[in-house]
């Protein structure tokens, strides 16, 4: 049974930095688009950033760009999200989620590209 675990969420203040990850169980994802989604109370789950199985490939936000890296480790079977110079519109819950297919999808920031999903860690950013 395939199982995401999200984890490093917590509450930062405006500028700082916090690292998510993410742990992937019940298979091996190494040839798998992995990608972190962000839900803020009241609004619509949205794209953050995505990765390629190899981790040759990375698509961010327009809102992530410059300031957020995704990365993966095949090994242990795992993706990040570092988040350099937050701002309290980063708050949000964080998920984690990835695709069943091997190939990169041609729309990786669509929810719908996505199969298994985390349930979420929390990341609050104080003005």
């Known amino acids: 049974q395939v199982q995401l675990v999200e984890s490093g969420g917590g509450l930062v203040q405006a500028g700082g930095s916090l690292r998510l990850s993410c742990a992937a169980s019940?298979?091996?994802?190494?040839?798998?688009?992995m990608a972190w989604f962000r839900q803020a109370p009241g609004k619509e789950r949205e794209f953050v950033a995505a990765?390629?199985?190899?981790?040759?490939?990375?698509f961010y936000a327009d809102s992530a760009k410059g300031r957020f890296t995704i990365s993966r480790d095949n090994v242990k079977n795992m993706v990040y999200l570092q988040m350099n110079s937050l701002k309290p519109e980063d708050t949000a819950v964080y998920y984690c989620?990835?695709?069943?297919?091997?190939?990169?999808?041609?729309?990786?920031?669509?929810?719908?590209?996505?199969?298994?999903w985390g349930q979420g860690t929390q990341v609050t950013v104080s003005s």
């Open positions: 990765i390629s199985g190899s981790g040759s490939i990375t």
């Open positions: 989620a990835v695709d069943r297919s091997a190939s990169w999808s041609s729309s990786p920031s669509r929810r719908s590209a996505y199969d298994y």
């Open positions: 019940g298979r091996t994802f190494s040839s798998n688009a």
